[in-house]
């Protein structure tokens, strides 16, 4: 078959294209996955790569070959697409994590779907395409990242974007926790394995900027990889975000490195304090330590926190809430991340759930976990999704922002608490102008700043001799917060 255009596509959910709303989350980062599969197609080729999040698509064009991805959320969308340009006679595939999952809902939309990760199965299917042999159906069995084609950043908008340096350095994670879309995805191969340490950081050279943020699910989640990239990171100048597990930052000295090599913010998986919920969804990993101590560590690194945490496991009663919110706000967490428990088809709970009859829709514009689809055991599900919604007023409120805040050492650490959680949380409205207005890259150094290295308490009596050098510091700081 003779491709000559080829449109690839990241479908929005409707929330993220309302004329009258967009939440900067949506704005945040490019289409990475995209990116990485069109590496793997010829450059001569007419490529063009739209993100609905951030663009009206132009749906009268006629492409030769549309790839599209689907999340669960954006699944309906993906469909309407894909039966509008194979209506049009464009060759339509179809892959990602919601297709994985249910191969047979995706497959009436395409010519062909791909299950798991596409670094083996998109470049078989390319070849296949072009000798007029493709299949309707490939599957991925061979995990590995070495000898990757460079992402076809070249594609990317980068001015659409707060967060345009989204890397990814692994794929998966070593755990198992029955809530993650990960083992159903990575099922018949791997579900864990890294980039070669080199090429990560030619990776990372290439990125023009200081800012890069890690998407990986687990950064820290091999020692031996990630001590040698954060090493090799280090004297780069630049600051980075990424996730990683409650373990991972208590064992050895690991996160020292992390901190020397620029690590300023970490999403951190606490999910829930209470031990029977921990062992009930498989997050063993974080059982038996001490959360205080995960944010006593960070804290003296001066590394901010956003926490992870989920409501609505089984044990959950309508206590979890304030029980959940006092913590945060009393530990000193920046920002927090909530959830209404979600069992996502192919994962471990929506199996069980759906064997006792307790998955009540399957609707999946409402799987994004901030509606309740299942039946709760220890509260209704109006109780449920009332107290999710209370648990975010509740840590955002300007009080408690400021309480927060007030539980680092250092003052500086303390305003870049307060400056980072009432800016993504307190100015939504100002973020959808600056959305509309096309000005997000203005905001990139500010961002930057304030994800600047703190001067810990421990430092600073460690230091004193050099105070006037870290005062200076202070002040450039404060001025590019400010702008
Ligand atoms: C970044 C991210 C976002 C970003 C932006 C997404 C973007 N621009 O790509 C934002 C913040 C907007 C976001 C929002 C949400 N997200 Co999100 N997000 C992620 C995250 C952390 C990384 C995605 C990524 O870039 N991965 C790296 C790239 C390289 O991998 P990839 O995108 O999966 O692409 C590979 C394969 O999937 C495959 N592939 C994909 N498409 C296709 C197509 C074809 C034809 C082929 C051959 C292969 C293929 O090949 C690619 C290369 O291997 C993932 C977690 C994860 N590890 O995947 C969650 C994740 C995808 N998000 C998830 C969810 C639930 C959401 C929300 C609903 C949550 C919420 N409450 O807000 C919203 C709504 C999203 C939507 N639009 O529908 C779930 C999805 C569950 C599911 N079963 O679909 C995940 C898995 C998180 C989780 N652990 O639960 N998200
Ligand atoms: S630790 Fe995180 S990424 Fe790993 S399996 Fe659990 S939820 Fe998924």
Redesign the pocket.
């Known amino acids: 078959m003779l491709i000559k255009r080829v449109k690839m596509i990241?479908p929005?959910?409707t929330e993220?294209t309302s004329p009258y709303w967009r939440p900067i989350?949506?704005s945040?980062?490019?289409?990475?996955?995209?990116a990485?599969?069109a590496a793997y197609l010829d450059p001569a080729l007419e490529i063009s790569l739209q993100?609905e999040?951030v663009e009206r698509l132009n749906l009268d064009d006629n492409p030769d070959l549309v790839?599209?991805?689907v999340?669960?959320?954006?699944a309906y969308r993906a469909y309407q697409l894909a039966d509008h340009y194979r209506a049009r006679g464009a060759y339509v595939?179809?892959?990602?994590?919601?297709v994985t999952?249910l191969p047979d809902e995706a497959a009436p939309h395409a010519d062909t779907i791909?299950l798991g990760?596409?670094?083996d199965?998109?470049p078989k299917f390319v070849k296949d395409l072009a000798a007029g042999t493709p299949l309707r159906r490939y599957e991925s069995s061979v995990r590995t990242l070495k000898s990757l084609p460079p992402i076809r950043r070249d594609l990317i908008q980068r001015h659409r974007y707060l967060v345009p340096n989204?890397i990814?350095v692994s794929r998966g994670c070593p755990h198992h926790c029955t809530f993650?879309?990960k083992d159903g995805f990575f099922e018949g191969g791997r579900s864990f394995y890294t980039q070669v340490v080199d090429d990560a950081l030619a990776e990372i050279e290439r990125l023009p900027g200081k800012h890069l943020y890690f998407?990986d699910?687990h950064l820290l989640g091999s020692t031996k990889f990630a001590r040698a990239l954060f090493r090799g990171m280090r004297g780069m100048g630049g600051v980075f975000q990424g996730a990683a597990t409650v373990d991972s930052i208590l064992r050895d000295d690991l996160i020292e490195d992390a901190a020397a090599a620029g690590l300023r913010s970490l999403f951190v998986g606490f999910e829930t304090l209470s031990n029977d919920g921990l062992a009930g969804a498989g997050k063993r990993q974080n059982l038996g330590h001490s959360y205080r101590e995960v944010v006593k560590r960070l804290d003296s690194l001066g590394i901010m926190i956003n926490g992870s945490f989920v409501f609505g496991l089984d044990g959950d009663d309508r206590d979890v809430f304030r029980r959940t919110v006092d913590w945060a706000v009393e530990a000193g967490i920046t920002t927090a991340t909530f959830?209404v428990l979600t069992p996502?088809p192919g994962t471990q709970l929506f199996r069980e759930m759906e064997a006792r009859n307790r998955i009540v829709t399957r609707n999946w514009d409402l799987y994004?976990?901030?509606h309740v689809i299942y039946r709760p055991l220890c509260m209704s599900p109006a109780e449920l999704k009332y107290g999710y919604d209370w648990a975010y007023r509740e840590f955002y409120r300007w009080s408690n922002i400021f309480k927060a805040s007030t539980a680092h050492d250092s003052v500086k650490h303390q305003l870049k608490h307060f400056f980072y959680s009432s800016g993504w949380k307190k100015f939504e409205q100002a973020w959808d102008l600056v959305i509309r207005l096309k000005q997000l890259s203005q905001l990139r150094p500010m961002l930057e700043a304030v994800l600047s290295p703190v001067q810990t308490r421990r430092q600073e009596v460690g230091e004193l001799n050099r105070v006037d050098v870290a005062a200076r510091d202070d002040a450039d700081d404060f001025v590019s917060v400010k702008l």
């Open positions: 990241l929005a959910l993220a989350k949506y945040l980062f490019p289409p990475l996955g995209l990485t599969l993100d999040h790839v599209i991805q999340y669960i959320t954006n595939a179809l892959g990602g994590l919601h999952s791909f990760p596409g670094e199965t998109f989204s990814v993650c879309y998407l699910d959830h996502y994004d976990t901030r």
